[in-house]
């Protein structure tokens, strides 16, 4: 190659234009660049070569303003037409000659810079250029378009993003939606650091991010991983730092579809006939509900009355969903997808949507409402005596809260004789099941609500009130359960085996109350389900089913269709094959129902011990985990959780020790506490 031949090569993709010096070995040269740089290229590496006339590299900077001129892309369009039907090649010379009757050195250059960045009219074929078919043209400009759009919402999503950071209020649009739940999904791994143990930084090497969401992170500037993508969406308002990851891990729908707020608003406008025409007035009743005061679910009622002979009858009133469904419809089917209503710190998620659940399904005071309703006569040691199933109509006259009945209980309000005939009858049920074998395990519980950013934590009160309640349900879900064994009804029957309990002997060395009530609970079998009657040996009954919660439960719901349809004198709703398989499919969501209920319990329960690190608790060793290391569970009385715990002495089981929180964080499920001496305490108490 002749010194002083002008030359293009790339750095690192961009164009650059050089003058030959002089060979650097036996296959290379060195070019000097219009800013005096010198580089050393191989001929692979020279990608146009200027011919007819040598160069110095002053000029370079005036042979490009010659150039210039002519690179105007849309003139390719032109050539192309000219060129297309017969397909032939064109070398940048006969191109320069074809768009500007010109074949000079700064012609033909330019003529090679447009075809040699072209995308698309022409494709290179060794030294020369071919024209695309007009099918190839017609997608590639397609192919532009869409990509041109995509550049667009980018630009558009990161200016929102922007204000979003601001704090400034921003309206997401539909692509937006896509890209921020492709982040959702990838922050709610995070939840696996609980659930496995993994540690973060394993977890993003796990599950490394889908391409949409790392050229969201990329474009962004955020760290490509779980922890990243969690912390982008707090930023953006998108999400608390609290947010519920196990919940949005889960399949648990949060949102109804459309389609199906659509059906529930059409029962609510327009009722569906009532399949149940002879339903039995007990409108004349008395009828007490009794519930939380925040509990809009309202799904049980109780009523009492003297018979003509004398005897007592209770009345159990549930909640007649099944009234504004059937069987397969939308409702039920989604009912049935969610398998129960999900009751979390932070709210609940309904079964069914608001508008149904807490208006004519639920039980509301003073108006007429369809039930299912169970008659019982108990006999004077509180077996049931008598009973009978109708569909009914009621009309609730108190809403009660359990601090409203536990007042009436303790002043023995007499204009209320039947709230007291109730809870007389709710005792010696009580007894009689213990009469049976029945097994009582009383530990503290803990009620967790979030509000806003405050947390608070309470102990469920195991008050009278809640205990007549407990014991009426369960009289109603053994007659539910009494009348399907004996009319050969598939239901979905609830029993628990026989658990083995330690030896009296073994149980009498532990020290009373809770260490022993726990020791005790580890024995308990799981409860099983199945089609046909099963003992309860928890509950002390022959047999049981739930049937008092329909609005809240799909297992319920279960067992008022089938109940119903026999009550009608139809053909059962499910044969004993597809309540089986229906039971399977709703175990297995309720099961996660419930492992998602009980992880944010926790979740909160440490966020709140995290806040209060210098607040002394009063804790009870409860039982060991692992003895051989110190880990033992502890109860903090006051707020009825159970934790686990490193003791750095020796400890026995029962020993009520102070505490409080060494460190805490939620979000990777760790809680620590050390032990407070005596006189520490007394100091921090002061």
């Not at 700064?106 to 810079?113: F, K």
């Amino acid at each position: 190659m002749e010194k002083g031949t002008l030359v293009e090569f790339r750095v690192q993709g961009d164009r650059r234009l050089g003058i030959v010096e002089r060979p650097d070995g036996k296959t290379r040269w060195f070019v000097v660049d219009e800013r005096g740089q010198s580089h050393s290229l191989a001929p692979r590496q020279i990608t146009y070569t200027v011919t007819g006339q040598t160069y110095k590299p002053s000029e370079i900077a005036s042979f490009l303003e010659q150039v210039n001129p002519y690179l105007d892309p849309s003139s390719l369009e032109v050539a192309w037409e000219i060129l297309v039907e017969d397909g032939e090649t064109i070398t940048p010379e006969l191109m320069a000659n074809l768009l500007f009757s010109e074949s000079a050195a700064p012609h033909c250059y330019a003529a090679y810079c447009l075809l040699s960045d072209d995308k698309l009219y022409f494709k290179q074929k060794g030294d020369a250029y071919e024209p695309r078919t007009a099918a190839q043209v017609a997608e590639r400009k397609h192919q532009m378009e869409v990509e041109a759009l995509k550049a667009k919402g980018q630009q558009e999503f990161l200016i929102r993003v922007e204000q979003a950071l601001k704090g400034e209020a921003v309206e997401w649009q539909r692509h937006d939606r896509q890209r921020l739940e492709g982040l959702e999904k990838y922050a709610a791994l995070l939840a696996d650091t609980v659930r496995t143990g993994v540690n973060y930084d394993s977890l993003a090497r796990a599950y490394p991010p889908s391409a949409p969401v790392l050229e969201t992170m990329t474009m962004l500037g955020r760290p490509t991983t779980p922890q990243g993508a969690f912390q982008l969406l707090v930023d953006l308002g998108c999400w608390s730092p609290y947010e519920n990851l196990f919940l949005r891990r889960s399949s648990i729908p949060i949102q109804f579809p459309n389609k199906v707020l659509e059906v529930a608003q059409q029962r609510l406008d327009f009722p569906p006939i009532d399949s149940d025409t002879n339903r039995l007035d007990l409108t004349h009743l008395k009828v007490y509900t009794i519930d939380d005061e925040t509990t809009t679910e309202i799904d049980d009622g109780l009523s009492w009355e003297i018979l003509p002979d004398g005897r007592e009858r209770l009345w159990v009133h549930i909640a007649d969903p099944t009234r504004w469904l059937v069987p397969e419809d939308e409702l039920d089917l989604e009912a049935r997808k969610r398998g129960s209503t999900v009751y979390l710190p932070t709210g609940m998620i309904p079964m069914f949507p608001e508008v149904l659940a807490t208006g004519p399904m639920s039980l509301i005071q003073g108006r007429v409402c369809c039930a299912l309703s169970f008659g019982i006569i108990l006999g004077t040691t509180g077996g049931v005596e008598d009973y009978s199933i109708h569909t009914s109509s009621i009309k609730p006259t108190y809403r009660l809260t359990y601090e409203d009945v536990d007042e009436m209980l303790q002043l023995r309000v007499q204009a209320e004789p039947e709230i007291a005939a109730i809870a007389s009858w709710a005792q010696k049920r009580k007894t009689w099941r213990y009469a049976q074998g029945a097994i009582s395990i009383t530990m503290p519980e803990a009620t967790i609500k979030v509000k806003g950013d405050e947390i608070n934590i309470d102990i469920l009160d195991d008050s009278p009130s809640r205990q007549v309640v407990a014991e009426m349900m369960i009289v109603a879900g053994e007659v539910a359960a009494r009348y399907g064994k004996a009319h050969n009804i598939p239901l979905p029957f609830r029993g628990q085996p026989q658990p083995e309990l330690p030896p009296e002997e073994e149980l009498l060395l532990l020290p009373a109350g809770f260490v022993r009530a726990c020791a005790m609970r580890r024995c308990m079998p799981k409860s099983e389900m199945s089609i046909t009657p099963l003992r309860h040996a928890g509950l002390g009954l022959d047999t049981y089913t739930q049937a008092t919660s329909p609005i809240r439960r799909y297992s319920d719901l279960l067992t008022h269709f089938q109940l119903k349809a026999h009550l009608r004198g139809e053909v059962l709703p499910f044969s004993a094959d597809q309540l089986k398989e229906v039971m399977m499919n709703v175990t297995s969501i309720t099961q996660e129902v419930t492992m998602v209920e009980r992880q944010t319990n926790r979740y909160y329960a440490l966020e709140y011990l995290r806040r209060h690190p210098e607040e002394t608790w009063d804790v009870t060793v409860l039982m060991w985990l692992r003895e051989d290391s110190n880990l033992a569970l502890i109860l903090i009385e006051d707020l009825g959780l159970q934790l686990p715990m490193v003791f750095k002495r020796s400890v026995n089981l029962g020993e009520q020790i102070v505490v409080k929180v060494s460190h805490a964080d939620p979000q990777k499920d760790m809680i620590q506490f050390q032990e407070i001496i005596y006189q520490e305490a007394q100091t921090a108490a002061n």
